[in-house]
């Protein structure tokens, strides 16, 4: 994008000031070089998101930000209810609450490598990834509706998870406020064999080491020594949040032009908070959440079951786990005063600074675990929430490296045989029913991770903890 | 990636930033409405789907930008549901209705090696219109 087009308020953070018919600024966070890279799209899109009914200071753009549907990938955006707010189906995005746990696994590298092709084979095999793979678990419509209402908590009750894990899983584990009867037949359908698994495109389970760490003092708190080995599992609501997203959509479409909001883009279709669809979307898209969560806890269980096999008695804790798509009711401090929100994160993740009443109390004094996935192979970063977050973009952060060039550009460079085998040369491997699939999912086609995490930490958004680099990556 | 099957029909793939974007052409718009949904297979896998059992299926929409839509999302229904591809596509459009026919067979992970999971066809980038020269395109950006 053209530089000229903002208003430079310091080195990562780029502001466009509000015009008819923005109701408010566009903030984007991020470096110089990053912001000169992204598409023009996200100009576009983050000042369309201005426009919307009920936004509260501004339109925000994360330093991973891409051209996304609607919304921004990167996107977030808080509404207020009480003034004409809205909750938009396109501004949480298709995969709803598509998100990362990190698990401890307490074993060093040097405990992996004996046994890293062996362990890649294993979950490659153990955990149902890819397109036309199936789950053990089929769900009748009361353990759905169960699912639906229980998220990760549900989970556990069934034996696939730990209680313990409850705690450090956002919500506690369960959304509440979910309605499964506001979730379609079609919906339910698409999701009667899907718990368990992984899906595809850039979702993935890794097996990463701790590389490099920034922080001693938060790393200690979060578990994270140097060398140590993690479990690393990125996922969504499968078939089931796809199913809402794309019919509420539809209808949204028709709601918004009902309530006389016009739409820049169809795409950020959406309903008052305070309707009839705003209040049925809201409890559809919650009881998604929940099957996200319950989703990765049960993949969190499966990696479990592979690592005893191999590491008898070895003991997986979950650090965190956090959601990206979501739009979720949050009270924030805004010009001095308590309000609740509903805030959209689209391709952004929630970051609470120290002292957050919703983090367990062994987090609370240092902040919320951040989970930045990168490409597979240049690693990820593990953040930590900054007291100034809220302030900045209501305690948001990046989510991912995202990506520098499309799939199609990614086919045309490299091959994804090639990739495979360049990767195991430097101690990665890749498990992938597809090697197109790989091709497109090139290391080459992502953003600089690094700069991504770099821009966040200087803009206030969230501070570098710790880096991790893959050994073993599982792709779908 | 641009594959004309003849003249007048034929689909492509279009870049996106994350995902992809599929675009079909054909002397009517059930025809371009086929073509794209041969884009949309060949975005999960571009070995050949076989087609040994059919799929029926019904859309309707307030106009016929959001039937497309509607009918690619119909056939990634299917696909999920069913575990299946499909290889061959026939569509009759009657204002906003639908109906199609799709063709094909149980996936088969080695010999179709899916490259990836359409989630949803999207609003974004999404055009159906007859074209100066006659013909019609359909297209839109799919979320992968």
């Keep these: 994008m053209d530089l000229a087009r903002f208003t430079c308020v310091d080195a990562t953070t780029w502001r466009i000031e509000p015009r008819d018919p923005m109701r408010v600024p566009v903030i984007i966070y991020a470096d110089e070089n990053l912001i000169r890279d992204m598409d023009d799209k996200v100009y576009e899109q983050a000042v369309n998101v201005a426009t919307l009914p009920g936004i509260v200071k501004a339109s925000y753009a994360m330093p991973d930000a891409h051209w996304g549907y609607g919304f921004p990938i990167g996107g977030v955006a808080a509404f207020d209810p009480d003034h004409g707010?809205?909750?938009?189906?396109?501004?949480?995005?298709?995969?709803?609450?598509?998100g990362v746990r990190t698990m401890l696994t307490g074993l060093k590298v040097a405990d992996i490598l004996p046994v890293q092709k062996p362990l890649a084979d294993s979950l490659s095999r153990q955990i149902p990834a890819g397109?036309?793979?199936?789950?053990?678990?089929?769900?009748?419509?009361?353990?759905?509706?169960?699912?639906?209402?229980?998220?990760?908590?549900?989970?556990?009750?069934?034996?696939?998870?730990?209680?313990?894990?409850?705690?450090?899983?956002?919500?506690?584990?369960?959304?509440?406020?979910?309605?499964?009867?506001?979730?379609?037949?079609?919906?339910?359908?698409?999701?009667?064999?899907?718990?368990?698994?992984?899906?595809?495109?850039?979702?993935?389970?890794?097996?990463?080491?701790?590389?490099?760490?920034?922080?001693?003092?938060?790393?200690?708190?979060?578990?994270?020594?140097?060398?140590?080995?993690?479990?690393?599992?990125?996922?969504?609501?499968?078939?089931?949040?796809?199913?809402?997203?794309?019919?509420?959509?539809?209808?949204?479409?028709?709601?918004?032009?009902?309530?006389?909001?016009?739409?820049?883009?169809?795409?950020?279709?959406?309903?008052?908070?305070?309707?009839?669809?705003?209040?049925?979307?809201?409890?559809?898209?919650?009881?998604?959440?929940?099957?996200?969560?319950?989703?990765?806890?049960?993949?969190?269980?499966?990696?479990?079951?592979?690592?005893?096999?191999f590491f008898p008695g070895c003991d997986l804790r979950l650090l965190f786990d956090v959601s990206h798509n979501t739009c979720k009711v949050e009270s924030h401090v805004v010009d001095g005063k308590r309000r609740e929100l509903f805030v959209h994160r689209k391709g952004a993740t929630r970051a609470f600074g120290p002292g957050h009443e919703s983090l367990p109390e062994a987090l609370r004094p240092v902040?919320?675990?951040?989970?930045?996935?990168?490409?597979?192979?240049?690693?990820?970063?593990?953040?930590?929430?900054?007291?100034?977050?809220?302030?900045?973009?209501?305690?948001?952060?990046?989510?991912?490296?995202?990506?520098?060039?499309?799939?199609?550009a990614a086919l045309k460079q490299w091959s994804g045989r090639k990739i495979v085998d360049d990767l195991a040369q430097q101690g990665i491997l890749i498990r992938s029913p597809s090697t197109r699939g790989v091709a497109e999912e090139a290391p080459g086609a992502y953003k600089d991770v690094g700069a991504v995490v770099a821009a966040a930490e200087h803009a206030g958004l969230a501070r570098r903890v710790a880096r991790l680099r893959p050994l073993i990556c599982v792709k779908g | 990636m641009n594959h004309s099957a003849a003249p007048k029909a034929g689909w492509e793939?279009?870049?996106?930033?994350?995902?992809?974007?599929?675009?079909?052409?054909?002397?009517?718009?059930?025809?371009?409405?086929?073509?794209?949904?041969?884009?949309?297979?060949?975005?999960?896998?571009?070995?050949?789907?076989?087609?040994?059992?059919?799929?029926?299926?019904?859309?309707?929409?307030?106009?016929?930008?959001?039937?497309?839509?509607?009918?690619l999302n119909a056939i990634i229904y299917e696909m999920a549901v069913r575990k299946m591809l499909f290889g061959r596509f026939a569509v009759r459009i009657d204002g906003t209705r639908l109906t199609g026919t799709l063709w094909g067979e149980q996936v088969d992970v080695a010999r179709h090696a899916p490259a990836?999971?359409?989630?949803?066809?999207?609003?974004?980038?999404?055009?159906?219109?007859?074209?100066?020269?006659?013909?019609?395109?359909?297209?839109c950006i799919v979320d992968v």
Excluded at chain 1, 90 to 98: A, E, L, P
Excluded at chain 1, 275 to 302: D, F, K, P, T, W
Excluded at chain 1, 375 to 403: N, P, W
Excluded at chain 2, 119 to 134: M, N
């Design chain 1, 85 to 98: 707010g809205i909750v938009s189906a396109g501004g949480v995005g298709f995969d709803i609450s598509c």
């Design chain 1, 131 to 309: 397109v036309g793979s199936r789950g053990g678990i089929t769900l009748d419509p009361v353990e759905m509706d169960a699912m639906l209402s229980g998220g990760a908590s549900w989970a556990v009750a069934r034996g696939w998870g730990e209680a313990r894990d409850l705690e450090r899983i956002e919500e506690v584990g369960t959304m509440a406020g979910a309605r499964p009867e506001c979730v379609s037949d079609r919906a339910k359908e698409r999701q009667r064999r899907e718990m368990g698994t992984l899906g595809s495109g850039n979702h993935y389970l890794e097996i990463q080491a701790v590389a490099e760490i920034f922080d001693p003092a938060v790393a200690q708190v979060f578990g994270l020594v140097q060398d140590d080995v993690v479990v690393t599992i990125h996922c969504g609501s499968r078939g089931l949040g796809h199913q809402i997203g794309t019919e509420f959509l539809k209808e949204m479409v028709v709601t918004a032009k009902e309530a006389g909001i016009v739409l820049p883009d169809r795409e950020l279709a959406c309903a008052p908070i305070n309707s009839e669809v705003g209040q049925r979307y809201l409890g559809a898209m919650r009881a998604a959440i929940n099957c996200a969560l319950a989703n990765r806890e049960i993949l969190g269980h499966y990696s479990r079951r592979v690592f005893a096999h």
């Design chain 1, 367 to 408: 902040g919320q675990p951040v989970l930045i996935g990168g490409s597979m192979g240049t690693g990820s970063y593990i953040l930590v929430g900054d007291a100034a977050g809220e302030q900045k973009a209501f305690s948001s952060a990046c989510h991912g490296a995202g990506r520098a060039m499309s799939r199609h």
């Design chain 2, 13 to 71: 793939h279009f870049p996106h930033d994350a995902d992809v974007g599929v675009r079909g052409w054909g002397s009517t718009a059930g025809e371009a409405f086929e073509q794209a949904a041969r884009a949309l297979k060949e975005v999960v896998t571009h070995a050949e789907v076989r087609t040994q059992a059919a799929v029926e299926v019904k859309c309707d929409a307030p106009d016929i930008e959001i039937l497309f839509v509607e009918w």
């Design chain 2, 116 to 139: 990836c999971e359409p989630k949803g066809a999207t609003y974004t980038a999404l055009r159906v219109a007859k074209e100066s020269d006659g013909r019609w395109s359909a297209a």
